[in-house]
Protein backbone atom coordinates (compact mmCIF):
# COMPACT_ATOMS: atom_id res chain seq x y z
CA UNK A 1 0.00 0.00 0.00
CA UNK A 2 2.91 2.60 0.90
CA UNK A 3 4.62 1.72 -2.19
CA UNK A 4 1.08 1.88 -4.88
CA UNK A 5 0.64 5.46 -2.57
CA UNK A 6 4.03 6.57 -3.17
CA UNK A 7 3.82 5.32 -6.70
CA UNK A 8 0.52 7.65 -7.19
CA UNK A 9 1.51 10.09 -5.91
CA UNK A 10 5.13 10.60 -7.98
CA UNK A 11 2.18 10.07 -11.00
CA UNK A 12 0.16 12.58 -10.10
CA UNK A 13 2.78 15.08 -9.45
CA UNK A 14 4.02 14.07 -13.54
CA UNK A 15 0.50 14.56 -14.24
CA UNK A 16 0.75 17.61 -12.60
CA UNK A 17 3.38 19.10 -14.35
CA UNK A 18 2.34 17.58 -17.71
CA UNK A 19 -1.09 19.75 -17.20
CA UNK A 20 0.82 23.14 -16.16
CA UNK A 21 2.93 22.79 -18.76
CA UNK A 22 -0.19 22.12 -21.59
CA UNK A 23 -1.83 25.30 -19.38
CA UNK A 24 1.47 27.39 -20.43
CA UNK A 25 1.71 26.26 -23.55
CA UNK A 26 -1.73 26.97 -24.49
CA UNK A 27 -1.44 30.53 -23.00
CA UNK A 28 1.62 31.28 -25.38
CA UNK A 29 -0.44 29.91 -27.53
CA UNK A 30 -3.20 32.26 -26.86
CA UNK A 31 -0.77 35.33 -27.01
CA UNK A 32 0.77 34.58 -30.23
CA UNK A 33 0.63 32.04 -32.37
CA UNK A 34 3.70 31.25 -35.37
CA UNK A 35 2.72 32.39 -38.79
CA UNK A 36 -0.73 33.69 -37.63
CA UNK A 37 -1.72 36.98 -38.90
CA UNK A 38 -0.52 36.54 -43.04
CA UNK A 39 -1.87 38.58 -46.05
CA UNK A 40 -4.14 35.03 -46.67
CA UNK A 41 -5.21 34.66 -43.02
CA UNK A 42 -4.96 38.21 -40.99
CA UNK A 43 -5.30 38.78 -37.16
CA UNK A 44 -7.81 41.02 -36.02
CA UNK A 45 -6.23 43.83 -33.63
CA UNK A 46 -8.47 46.31 -31.90
CA UNK A 47 -7.39 49.90 -31.51
CA UNK A 48 -8.85 52.63 -29.28
CA UNK A 49 -8.28 56.26 -30.57
CA UNK A 50 -9.25 58.35 -27.92
CA UNK A 51 -9.96 61.92 -29.96
CA UNK A 52 -11.18 59.63 -32.87
CA UNK A 53 -14.77 61.13 -33.25
CA UNK A 54 -16.52 58.61 -36.26
CA UNK A 55 -16.56 54.96 -36.67
CA UNK A 56 -14.55 53.91 -39.66
CA UNK A 57 -14.25 50.31 -40.83
CA UNK A 58 -10.81 49.11 -42.04
CA UNK A 59 -11.96 48.45 -45.86
CA UNK A 60 -10.48 51.36 -47.53
CA UNK A 61 -7.94 50.78 -50.33
CA UNK A 62 -5.09 52.39 -48.07
CA UNK A 63 -5.90 50.12 -45.38
CA UNK A 64 -6.52 46.54 -47.57
CA UNK A 65 -2.88 47.38 -48.48
CA UNK A 66 -2.10 47.83 -45.13
CA UNK A 67 -3.33 44.25 -44.34
CA UNK A 68 -1.65 43.01 -47.38
CA UNK A 69 1.36 43.75 -46.54
CA UNK A 70 1.49 43.52 -42.38
CA UNK A 71 -1.37 40.62 -42.22
CA UNK A 72 -3.49 42.65 -39.38
CA UNK A 73 -6.93 44.04 -39.66
CA UNK A 74 -7.26 46.97 -37.22
CA UNK A 75 -11.08 47.16 -35.56
CA UNK A 76 -11.20 50.99 -34.58
CA UNK A 77 -12.48 52.12 -31.56
CA UNK A 78 -13.89 55.29 -29.80
CA UNK A 79 -15.30 57.27 -27.67
CA UNK A 80 -19.15 57.32 -27.77
CA UNK A 81 -19.87 61.23 -27.72
CA UNK A 82 -16.37 62.56 -26.61
CA UNK A 83 -16.79 60.69 -23.71
CA UNK A 84 -13.72 61.56 -20.87
CA UNK A 85 -14.52 58.62 -18.94
CA UNK A 86 -13.32 56.22 -21.91
CA UNK A 87 -9.55 55.15 -20.29
CA UNK A 88 -10.89 55.14 -16.48
CA UNK A 89 -13.87 53.03 -16.88
CA UNK A 90 -11.47 50.38 -19.48
CA UNK A 91 -9.38 50.13 -15.80
CA UNK A 92 -12.16 49.65 -13.53
CA UNK A 93 -13.22 46.67 -15.83
CA UNK A 94 -10.07 45.19 -16.83
CA UNK A 95 -11.41 44.89 -20.44
CA UNK A 96 -8.79 46.67 -22.88
CA UNK A 97 -8.26 46.41 -26.72
CA UNK A 98 -4.70 45.02 -27.91
CA UNK A 99 -3.76 48.72 -28.40
CA UNK A 100 -4.64 52.27 -26.85
CA UNK A 101 -4.13 55.81 -27.92
CA UNK A 102 -5.02 57.27 -24.50
CA UNK A 103 -3.83 61.18 -25.02
CA UNK A 104 -3.13 62.35 -21.55
CA UNK A 105 -4.75 59.69 -19.72
CA UNK A 106 -1.64 57.32 -20.44
CA UNK A 107 -0.40 57.93 -17.08
CA UNK A 108 -3.57 56.26 -15.86
CA UNK A 109 -2.85 53.39 -17.82
CA UNK A 110 0.42 52.90 -16.60
CA UNK A 111 -0.01 52.93 -12.85
CA UNK A 112 -2.74 50.64 -13.39
CA UNK A 113 -0.78 48.09 -15.58
CA UNK A 114 -2.72 47.96 -18.47
CA UNK A 115 0.16 48.63 -20.99
CA UNK A 116 2.98 46.54 -21.12
CA UNK A 117 7.24 48.21 -21.38
CA UNK A 118 8.31 48.26 -24.99
CA UNK A 119 11.97 48.99 -24.30
CA UNK A 120 12.58 44.84 -25.33
CA UNK A 121 10.86 44.97 -28.21
CA UNK A 122 12.37 47.98 -29.01
CA UNK A 123 15.66 46.28 -29.28
CA UNK A 124 14.98 43.14 -30.52
CA UNK A 125 12.17 44.04 -33.41
CA UNK A 126 12.13 47.62 -33.54
CA UNK A 127 14.71 48.58 -36.60
CA UNK A 128 11.88 50.80 -37.90
CA UNK A 129 11.58 52.48 -35.09
CA UNK A 130 14.70 53.02 -34.03
CA UNK A 131 15.96 54.23 -37.45
CA UNK A 132 12.80 56.54 -37.13
CA UNK A 133 13.42 58.10 -34.04
CA UNK A 134 17.70 57.73 -33.93
CA UNK A 135 18.65 59.54 -31.31
CA UNK A 136 15.28 61.38 -30.35
CA UNK A 137 14.35 57.55 -28.82
CA UNK A 138 14.99 59.03 -24.99
CA UNK A 139 11.99 61.26 -25.63
CA UNK A 140 9.94 58.37 -25.55
CA UNK A 141 11.09 57.74 -22.03
CA UNK A 142 8.20 57.78 -19.36
CA UNK A 143 9.81 59.93 -16.84
CA UNK A 144 13.37 59.63 -14.97
CA UNK A 145 11.68 57.72 -12.33
CA UNK A 146 10.37 55.44 -14.54
CA UNK A 147 12.41 55.94 -18.05
CA UNK A 148 10.72 52.73 -20.03
CA UNK A 149 8.75 53.40 -23.02
CA UNK A 150 5.62 52.45 -23.25
CA UNK A 151 4.43 54.06 -26.26
CA UNK A 152 5.37 55.09 -30.06
CA UNK A 153 3.64 57.11 -32.73
CA UNK A 154 1.58 60.49 -32.34
CA UNK A 155 3.98 63.26 -33.74
CA UNK A 156 6.60 63.85 -36.63
CA UNK A 157 10.45 62.94 -35.80
CA UNK A 158 11.30 65.42 -38.76
CA UNK A 159 9.15 68.05 -38.80
CA UNK A 160 9.24 71.15 -40.69
CA UNK A 161 7.28 74.04 -40.40
CA UNK A 162 5.51 75.22 -43.74
CA UNK A 163 2.33 76.23 -42.27
CA UNK A 164 0.93 77.66 -39.10
CA UNK A 165 -2.35 76.41 -36.90
CA UNK A 166 -3.96 77.73 -34.44
CA UNK A 167 -3.32 81.17 -35.35
CA UNK A 168 -6.28 83.96 -35.59
CA UNK A 169 -7.35 83.89 -39.34
CA UNK A 170 -9.29 86.44 -41.47
CA UNK A 171 -11.51 85.53 -44.92
CA UNK A 172 -9.04 86.06 -47.60
CA UNK A 173 -12.51 88.31 -48.99
CA UNK A 174 -11.94 90.68 -46.08
CA UNK A 175 -8.38 91.66 -47.21
CA UNK A 176 -9.20 91.86 -51.04
CA UNK A 177 -11.71 94.56 -49.82
CA UNK A 178 -9.58 96.54 -47.64
CA UNK A 179 -6.98 97.01 -49.89
CA UNK A 180 -4.37 94.50 -48.61
CA UNK A 181 -4.06 96.31 -45.03
CA UNK A 182 -1.22 94.99 -41.85
CA UNK A 183 -2.84 93.17 -39.38
CA UNK A 184 -0.12 92.21 -36.74
CA UNK A 185 -2.54 93.19 -33.20
CA UNK A 186 -6.22 92.54 -32.22
CA UNK A 187 -6.79 96.24 -32.89
CA UNK A 188 -6.21 95.89 -36.29
CA UNK A 189 -7.91 92.52 -36.46
CA UNK A 190 -11.14 94.21 -34.72
CA UNK A 191 -10.85 97.58 -36.90
CA UNK A 192 -10.79 95.07 -40.39
CA UNK A 193 -13.95 93.19 -39.31
CA UNK A 194 -15.74 96.43 -38.00
CA UNK A 195 -14.56 97.95 -41.51
CA UNK A 196 -16.09 95.14 -43.33
CA UNK A 197 -19.10 94.41 -41.41
CA UNK A 198 -20.13 98.53 -41.85
CA UNK A 199 -19.83 97.64 -45.92
CA UNK A 200 -21.56 94.19 -45.72
CA UNK A 201 -24.05 93.93 -42.55
CA UNK A 202 -25.13 90.74 -44.51
CA UNK A 203 -23.37 88.08 -46.62
CA UNK A 204 -25.85 86.14 -48.57
CA UNK A 205 -28.67 86.92 -47.34
CA UNK A 206 -27.95 86.22 -43.61
CA UNK A 207 -26.22 88.21 -40.76
CA UNK A 208 -22.12 88.98 -40.70
CA UNK A 209 -20.85 87.29 -37.87
CA UNK A 210 -17.17 88.82 -36.95
CA UNK A 211 -15.55 86.52 -34.64
CA UNK A 212 -17.03 83.14 -34.10
CA UNK A 213 -15.35 80.94 -31.49
CA UNK A 214 -16.00 76.98 -30.17
CA UNK A 215 -15.97 77.64 -26.29
CA UNK A 216 -19.23 74.95 -25.35
CA UNK A 217 -17.01 72.16 -24.74
CA UNK A 218 -13.42 70.84 -24.63
CA UNK A 219 -12.56 73.39 -28.09
CA UNK A 220 -12.84 75.93 -24.96
CA UNK A 221 -9.08 75.49 -24.79
CA UNK A 222 -8.50 75.31 -28.71
CA UNK A 223 -10.40 78.88 -29.51
CA UNK A 224 -10.25 80.77 -26.24
CA UNK A 225 -7.87 79.85 -24.08
CA UNK A 226 -4.49 78.71 -26.49
CA UNK A 227 -5.36 81.86 -28.30
CA UNK A 228 -4.98 84.18 -25.54
CA UNK A 229 -1.25 82.72 -24.53
CA UNK A 230 -0.61 82.82 -28.84
CA UNK A 231 -1.45 86.80 -28.32
CA UNK A 232 1.15 87.34 -25.16
CA UNK A 233 4.37 85.21 -27.67
CA UNK A 234 3.59 82.16 -25.72
CA UNK A 235 4.60 78.96 -27.42
CA UNK A 236 1.58 75.99 -27.16
CA UNK A 237 2.44 74.53 -24.00
CA UNK A 238 -1.41 73.86 -22.84
CA UNK A 239 -2.14 75.71 -20.28
CA UNK A 240 1.13 76.27 -18.95
CA UNK A 241 3.65 79.55 -19.68
CA UNK A 242 6.77 77.83 -19.70
CA UNK A 243 10.39 79.37 -19.42
CA UNK A 244 12.55 77.06 -22.00
CA UNK A 245 15.87 78.17 -20.14
CA UNK A 246 15.06 77.32 -16.27
CA UNK A 247 11.84 75.27 -17.02
CA UNK A 248 9.82 77.39 -14.55
CA UNK A 249 6.05 76.54 -15.19
CA UNK A 250 3.05 79.01 -14.43
CA UNK A 251 -0.56 77.86 -15.07
CA UNK A 252 -1.12 80.78 -17.57
CA UNK A 253 -4.42 81.97 -16.39
CA UNK A 254 -2.82 83.76 -13.74
CA UNK A 255 -0.65 85.65 -15.71
CA UNK A 256 -1.44 90.11 -15.14
CA UNK A 257 -1.29 90.39 -18.92
CA UNK A 258 -3.16 87.66 -20.20
CA UNK A 259 -6.35 89.44 -18.24
CA UNK A 260 -6.32 92.04 -21.23
CA UNK A 261 -7.14 89.51 -24.12
CA UNK A 262 -9.82 88.02 -22.26
CA UNK A 263 -11.12 91.96 -21.30
CA UNK A 264 -10.73 92.36 -25.33
CA UNK A 265 -12.93 89.70 -25.92
CA UNK A 266 -15.12 91.35 -23.51
CA UNK A 267 -15.35 94.40 -25.28
CA UNK A 268 -15.56 92.28 -28.86
CA UNK A 269 -18.87 91.22 -27.13
CA UNK A 270 -20.05 94.12 -26.09
CA UNK A 271 -19.97 95.94 -29.27
CA UNK A 272 -21.35 92.64 -31.40
CA UNK A 273 -18.63 91.46 -32.82
CA UNK A 274 -18.37 88.31 -31.50
CA UNK A 275 -20.66 85.64 -32.20
CA UNK A 276 -23.39 85.66 -29.50
CA UNK A 277 -23.63 81.57 -29.64
CA UNK A 278 -19.69 81.34 -29.34
CA UNK A 279 -20.14 79.69 -26.00
CA UNK A 280 -22.96 77.49 -26.89
CA UNK A 281 -23.35 76.57 -30.61
CA UNK A 282 -22.11 72.96 -31.49
CA UNK A 283 -18.81 71.81 -33.52
CA UNK A 284 -21.60 70.70 -36.38
CA UNK A 285 -23.02 73.85 -35.96
CA UNK A 286 -19.80 76.45 -35.77
CA UNK A 287 -18.76 74.25 -38.65
CA UNK A 288 -21.91 75.09 -40.34
CA UNK A 289 -21.45 79.01 -40.40
CA UNK A 290 -17.95 78.90 -41.09
CA UNK A 291 -19.50 76.72 -43.85
CA UNK A 292 -21.77 79.38 -45.38
CA UNK A 293 -19.27 81.91 -45.31
CA UNK A 294 -20.93 84.28 -43.43
CA UNK A 295 -17.95 84.34 -40.41
CA UNK A 296 -15.47 86.66 -41.19
CA UNK A 297 -12.57 85.24 -38.33
CA UNK A 298 -11.89 82.79 -36.12
CA UNK A 299 -9.00 81.73 -33.70
CA UNK A 300 -8.82 78.10 -34.20
CA UNK A 301 -6.74 74.79 -35.45
CA UNK A 302 -6.45 73.60 -38.66
CA UNK A 303 -7.85 70.05 -38.06
CA UNK A 304 -10.59 71.46 -36.03
CA UNK A 305 -12.45 73.57 -39.25
CA UNK A 306 -10.77 71.88 -41.83
CA UNK A 307 -13.99 70.55 -43.49
CA UNK A 308 -15.37 74.01 -43.46
CA UNK A 309 -12.39 75.00 -46.21
CA UNK A 310 -13.38 71.93 -48.12
CA UNK A 311 -16.92 72.81 -48.31
CA UNK A 312 -16.30 76.36 -48.95
CA UNK A 313 -13.85 75.36 -51.51
CA UNK A 314 -16.28 72.63 -53.16
CA UNK A 315 -19.03 75.28 -53.30
CA UNK A 316 -17.12 78.05 -55.26
CA UNK A 317 -16.67 80.14 -51.96
CA UNK A 318 -12.34 80.07 -52.10
CA UNK A 319 -12.65 83.79 -51.25
CA UNK A 320 -14.33 82.91 -48.13
CA UNK A 321 -11.51 80.60 -46.51
CA UNK A 322 -9.21 82.00 -44.04
CA UNK A 323 -6.01 83.57 -43.99
CA UNK A 324 -3.46 83.10 -40.87
CA UNK A 325 -2.53 86.62 -38.85
CA UNK A 326 0.96 86.92 -37.25
CA UNK A 327 -1.81 88.46 -34.74
CA UNK A 328 -0.42 89.44 -31.02
CA UNK A 329 -2.19 91.62 -28.50
CA UNK A 330 0.52 94.71 -29.44
CA UNK A 331 3.55 94.98 -31.20
CA UNK A 332 5.34 93.87 -28.12
CA UNK A 333 4.99 89.90 -28.49
CA UNK A 334 5.80 87.59 -31.71
CA UNK A 335 4.01 85.10 -32.65
CA UNK A 336 4.97 81.77 -31.93
CA UNK A 337 2.94 80.25 -35.30
CA UNK A 338 5.68 78.43 -36.29
CA UNK A 339 7.66 77.12 -33.48
CA UNK A 340 9.60 74.10 -33.84
CA UNK A 341 8.77 72.22 -30.30
CA UNK A 342 10.82 69.19 -31.36
CA UNK A 343 10.02 65.68 -31.28
CA UNK A 344 7.79 65.96 -27.84
CA UNK A 345 7.20 62.79 -27.09
CA UNK A 346 5.04 61.46 -24.25
CA UNK A 347 2.22 60.71 -26.10
CA UNK A 348 1.19 57.65 -28.47
CA UNK A 349 0.01 54.46 -28.96
CA UNK A 350 0.60 51.66 -26.48
CA UNK A 351 0.18 47.52 -26.01
CA UNK A 352 -2.41 46.84 -23.41
CA UNK A 353 -1.55 44.20 -21.09
CA UNK A 354 -4.33 41.73 -21.98
CA UNK A 355 -3.77 41.76 -25.56
CA UNK A 356 -3.21 38.17 -27.22
CA UNK A 357 -1.01 39.27 -29.70
CA UNK A 358 1.87 41.80 -28.52
CA UNK A 359 4.27 40.75 -30.56
CA UNK A 360 1.88 40.95 -33.70
CA UNK A 361 0.72 44.54 -32.31
CA UNK A 362 4.41 45.72 -31.96
CA UNK A 363 5.36 44.30 -35.48
CA UNK A 364 2.13 46.28 -37.02
CA UNK A 365 3.47 49.47 -35.17
CA UNK A 366 7.02 48.69 -36.02
CA UNK A 367 6.38 47.89 -39.72
CA UNK A 368 4.35 51.56 -40.04
CA UNK A 369 7.49 53.21 -39.30
CA UNK A 370 9.08 52.06 -42.23
CA UNK A 371 9.68 54.17 -45.40
CA UNK A 372 7.00 51.54 -47.23
CA UNK A 373 4.43 52.15 -44.65
CA UNK A 374 5.09 56.07 -44.51
CA UNK A 375 4.46 56.33 -48.38
CA UNK A 376 1.48 54.37 -48.48
CA UNK A 377 -0.10 56.30 -45.65
CA UNK A 378 0.89 59.71 -47.24
CA UNK A 379 0.42 59.27 -50.39
CA UNK A 380 -1.31 56.19 -51.55
CA UNK A 381 -0.95 53.83 -53.90
CA UNK A 382 1.11 53.91 -57.23
CA UNK A 383 -0.90 54.41 -60.22
CA UNK A 384 -4.09 55.25 -58.10
CA UNK A 385 -3.55 58.08 -56.21
CA UNK A 386 -0.13 59.46 -57.48
CA UNK A 387 2.65 58.63 -60.19
CA UNK A 388 6.05 58.54 -60.04
CA UNK A 389 7.12 61.28 -62.76
CA UNK A 390 11.09 62.13 -63.31
CA UNK A 391 11.61 60.23 -60.00
CA UNK A 392 9.24 61.97 -57.84
CA UNK A 393 5.68 61.16 -56.74
CA UNK A 394 3.07 63.39 -58.28
CA UNK A 395 -0.76 63.32 -56.99
CA UNK A 396 -2.80 63.06 -59.52
CA UNK A 397 -4.75 65.56 -60.25
CA UNK A 398 -8.20 64.13 -59.23
CA UNK A 399 -6.57 63.47 -56.02
CA UNK A 400 -5.50 67.16 -55.40
CA UNK A 401 -9.03 68.47 -56.14
CA UNK A 402 -10.65 66.05 -53.56
CA UNK A 403 -7.81 66.03 -50.91
CA UNK A 404 -8.96 69.99 -50.88
CA UNK A 405 -12.66 69.80 -51.42
CA UNK A 406 -13.66 66.82 -50.19
CA UNK A 407 -14.65 65.50 -46.49
CA UNK A 408 -14.60 62.32 -47.14
CA UNK A 409 -11.54 61.95 -49.21
CA UNK A 410 -8.84 60.20 -46.35
CA UNK A 411 -11.83 58.36 -45.03
CA UNK A 412 -12.74 56.79 -48.14
CA UNK A 413 -8.86 56.72 -50.12
CA UNK A 414 -7.51 56.06 -46.92
CA UNK A 415 -4.85 58.70 -47.89
CA UNK A 416 -3.48 60.51 -44.88
CA UNK A 417 -6.23 58.87 -42.95
CA UNK A 418 -3.30 56.59 -40.90
CA UNK A 419 -0.64 59.17 -40.37
CA UNK A 420 -1.85 59.93 -37.22
CA UNK A 421 -1.44 59.17 -34.69
CA UNK A 422 0.89 56.22 -35.84
CA UNK A 423 4.25 56.60 -36.04
CA UNK A 424 5.44 58.86 -38.88
CA UNK A 425 8.38 59.99 -39.77
CA UNK A 426 7.68 63.80 -39.95
CA UNK A 427 6.72 66.17 -43.12
CA UNK A 428 10.65 67.49 -42.96
CA UNK A 429 11.87 63.80 -43.92
CA UNK A 430 12.94 62.69 -47.31
CA UNK A 431 13.13 58.33 -48.50
CA UNK A 432 15.69 56.47 -49.37
CA UNK A 433 15.57 58.61 -52.70
CA UNK A 434 15.88 61.86 -51.35
CA UNK A 435 11.84 62.71 -51.74
CA UNK A 436 9.60 64.07 -49.38
CA UNK A 437 7.84 61.27 -47.93
CA UNK A 438 4.67 63.48 -47.60
CA UNK A 439 2.63 65.36 -50.60
CA UNK A 440 3.13 68.16 -47.95
CA UNK A 441 6.14 69.84 -48.88
CA UNK A 442 6.92 73.79 -49.16
CA UNK A 443 6.41 72.86 -52.95
CA UNK A 444 3.32 71.00 -52.80
CA UNK A 445 1.88 73.75 -50.54
CA UNK A 446 2.01 76.79 -52.83
CA UNK A 447 1.31 74.58 -55.90
CA UNK A 448 -2.25 73.74 -53.86
CA UNK A 449 -3.39 77.05 -52.87
CA UNK A 450 -6.68 77.92 -54.30
CA UNK A 451 -6.58 80.91 -56.40
CA UNK A 452 -8.13 83.31 -54.31
CA UNK A 453 -5.32 82.56 -51.83
CA UNK A 454 -2.55 83.17 -54.49
CA UNK A 455 -4.02 86.10 -55.61
CA UNK A 456 -3.44 87.25 -51.99
CA UNK A 457 -0.21 86.17 -51.00
CA UNK A 458 0.77 87.79 -54.46
CA UNK A 459 -0.86 91.15 -53.49
CA UNK A 460 1.41 91.06 -49.97
CA UNK A 461 4.78 90.30 -51.93
CA UNK A 462 4.94 86.63 -50.62
CA UNK A 463 5.63 83.18 -51.42
CA UNK A 464 3.55 81.55 -48.80
CA UNK A 465 1.77 82.65 -46.01
CA UNK A 466 4.84 81.55 -43.24
CA UNK A 467 6.65 84.37 -44.77
CA UNK A 468 4.42 86.73 -42.05
CA UNK A 469 5.39 85.05 -39.13
CA UNK A 470 8.82 85.17 -37.50
CA UNK A 471 11.11 82.41 -38.75
CA UNK A 472 11.14 78.98 -37.31
CA UNK A 473 15.15 79.68 -36.36
CA UNK A 474 14.10 83.00 -35.15
CA UNK A 475 12.18 81.39 -32.82
CA UNK A 476 14.52 78.42 -31.50
CA UNK A 477 14.09 74.76 -30.55
CA UNK A 478 11.90 74.21 -27.27
CA UNK A 479 14.25 72.38 -25.03
CA UNK A 480 11.47 70.24 -23.72
CA UNK A 481 9.10 70.03 -26.32
CA UNK A 482 5.28 70.64 -25.37
CA UNK A 483 4.04 70.77 -22.03
CA UNK A 484 0.32 69.51 -22.90
CA UNK A 485 2.11 66.17 -23.93
CA UNK A 486 3.93 65.76 -20.39
CA UNK A 487 2.65 62.14 -18.68
CA UNK A 488 0.86 63.86 -15.30
CA UNK A 489 0.64 61.28 -12.80
CA UNK A 490 -2.88 59.96 -12.09
CA UNK A 491 -4.12 60.90 -9.01
CA UNK A 492 -1.44 63.82 -8.44
CA UNK A 493 -2.13 66.76 -6.64
CA UNK A 494 -0.94 68.29 -9.72
CA UNK A 495 -3.47 66.47 -11.98
CA UNK A 496 -6.47 67.37 -9.03
CA UNK A 497 -5.46 70.51 -8.95
CA UNK A 498 -4.96 71.52 -12.69
CA UNK A 499 -8.53 69.68 -13.50
CA UNK A 500 -10.45 71.86 -10.81
CA UNK A 501 -8.56 74.82 -12.33
CA UNK A 502 -9.32 74.20 -15.58
CA UNK A 503 -12.79 73.65 -15.11
CA UNK A 504 -13.06 76.62 -12.85
CA UNK A 505 -11.23 78.91 -15.66
CA UNK A 506 -13.38 78.39 -18.24
CA UNK A 507 -16.36 78.73 -17.10
CA UNK A 508 -15.47 81.98 -14.90
CA UNK A 509 -13.51 83.17 -17.86
CA UNK A 510 -16.72 82.52 -20.04
CA UNK A 511 -18.65 84.92 -17.94
CA UNK A 512 -16.56 87.46 -17.82
CA UNK A 513 -16.41 87.63 -21.29
CA UNK A 514 -20.43 87.67 -22.36
CA UNK A 515 -20.71 90.10 -18.68
CA UNK A 516 -20.68 93.40 -18.45
CA UNK A 517 -17.17 95.41 -19.27
CA UNK A 518 -17.85 97.01 -16.08
CA UNK A 519 -17.93 93.73 -14.04
CA UNK A 520 -14.85 93.02 -15.70
CA UNK A 521 -11.94 93.73 -13.61
CA UNK A 522 -14.06 92.43 -10.40
CA UNK A 523 -14.41 88.89 -11.94
CA UNK A 524 -11.17 88.65 -12.84
CA UNK A 525 -10.06 89.45 -9.52
CA UNK A 526 -12.01 86.89 -7.91
CA UNK A 527 -11.10 84.14 -10.32
CA UNK A 528 -7.74 85.11 -9.57
CA UNK A 529 -8.43 84.46 -5.50
CA UNK A 530 -10.18 81.65 -6.53
CA UNK A 531 -7.28 79.95 -8.04
CA UNK A 532 -4.45 80.66 -5.34
CA UNK A 533 -6.93 79.29 -2.64
CA UNK A 534 -7.45 75.96 -4.88
CA UNK A 535 -3.75 75.64 -4.83
CA UNK A 536 -2.71 76.70 -8.23
CA UNK A 537 0.95 77.76 -6.54
CA UNK A 538 1.50 74.41 -5.46
CA UNK A 539 0.63 73.16 -8.94
CA UNK A 540 3.20 75.78 -10.75
CA UNK A 541 6.02 74.07 -8.19
CA UNK A 542 4.63 70.48 -9.44
CA UNK A 543 4.40 71.46 -12.86
CA UNK A 544 7.97 73.02 -12.84
CA UNK A 545 9.89 70.17 -11.52
CA UNK A 546 8.05 67.70 -14.26
CA UNK A 547 9.27 70.08 -16.77
CA UNK A 548 13.25 70.17 -15.03
CA UNK A 549 12.97 65.94 -15.08
CA UNK A 550 12.14 66.32 -18.72
CA UNK A 551 14.71 68.26 -19.35
CA UNK A 552 17.15 66.51 -17.41
CA UNK A 553 15.58 62.84 -18.96
CA UNK A 554 16.69 64.63 -22.31
CA UNK A 555 19.74 66.25 -22.03
CA UNK A 556 18.27 69.68 -22.70
CA UNK A 557 18.78 71.12 -19.05
Known sequence: MKKLSLYSLVLMFVVGIAVLSGCTNSEKAEKDSPGEGTAD??????????????????????????????????????PVGGDEQAIPLMIASGDYPDMIYAKGDIGKLIEAGGVIK??????????????????????????????????????G?????????????IQLEVLRELGYPEINTVE???????????????IDGQKTLGLSLLGSDWRWLITVGNPAGFSLGIPDDGQWAINDETGEAQYKFTLPEIKEYFKW???????????????????????AKLSSGRVLGIADQDWNYGDAKKALVADGKEWRTYAPLPVTLNNKYKSQGLKDYGFAGGWGISISSTSKHP????????????EEAQILVNWGIEGVNYDVVDGKRVLKAEDVVRKNSDTNYGKETGVGYYVYPF??????ALDSAGNSITPDSQEDLIANYNVAEKEVISAYGMESWIDWFPSTKELGISKHGAAANFVIPSGSDLEIIQKKADDLTEQKITQAILGKPADFDVAWEKLQQDLVNMGIEDANKDMTKITQDVMKLWGTN
Open 41 to 78: DPVTLSLFIADLTEDKAFDDPVAKKITEKTGVILELEH
Open 118 to 155: LDDLIEEKGANLKAMYGEQLDRLKNSVNDPSIYTVGTY
Open 157 to 169: VESAYWTTSGTTS
Open 188 to 202: DFENALTEYIKKYPE
Open 265 to 287: LNHMNDIGLLDPESFTHTHETYI
Open 359 to 370: DKAFEFLDWMAS
Open 423 to 428: PQWGNG
